[in-house]
């Protein structure tokens, strides 16, 4: 007969009794039950800007890639033109002319 083996996270109690997460999926009868204790998520001393900066160090650290200056300032300008742009099609659709005055 082969062994089935599930693991299950649960919580043990002051009391010694154990209570699951979840309910194992195996056939009732006889199981052995072993416990092994899990280290609790520790509670971090640095607020979120001391995360980012810590994040960013370790990945300037790593060569990790970073947009320029002159990167982002394209962004920006290439957002614009694609604004003017849609503004430049709600005018065509109001029959405005390049003005802003009605072609009518």
């Given at each position: 007969?082969?062994t089935?083996?599930?693991?299950?996270?649960g919580?043990l109690?002051?009391?010694?009794?154990?209570?699951?997460?979840?309910?194992?999926?195996?056939?009732?009868g006889?199981v052995?039950?072993v416990?092994?204790?899990?280290?609790l998520p520790?509670?971090s001393?640095?607020?979120?800007?001391?995360?980012?900066?810590?994040?960013?160090?370790?990945?300037?650290?790593?060569?990790?890639p970073?947009?320029?200056?002159?990167a982002?300032?394209?962004?920006?300008?290439?957002?614009?033109?694609?604004?003017?742009?849609?503004?430049?099609m709600?005018r065509?659709?109001?029959?405005?002319?390049?003005?802003?005055?009605?072609d009518?």
């Amino acid at each position: 007969m082969a062994t089935v083996h599930v693991v299950v996270r649960g919580t043990l109690k002051p009391d010694g009794s154990l209570e699951l997460d979840s309910p194992p999926n195996l056939p009732a009868g006889p199981v052995e039950v072993v416990l092994r204790s899990l280290s609790l998520p520790t509670q971090s001393s640095e607020d979120w800007w001391q995360y980012l900066q810590r994040v960013r160090a370790e990945l300037e650290a790593a060569g990790g890639p970073f947009r320029t200056e002159e990167a982002i300032d394209q962004e920006r300008q290439d957002f614009r033109v694609g604004d003017e742009r849609i503004e430049e099609m709600y005018r065509q659709i109001r029959g405005e002319g390049q003005n802003g005055t009605s072609d009518t």
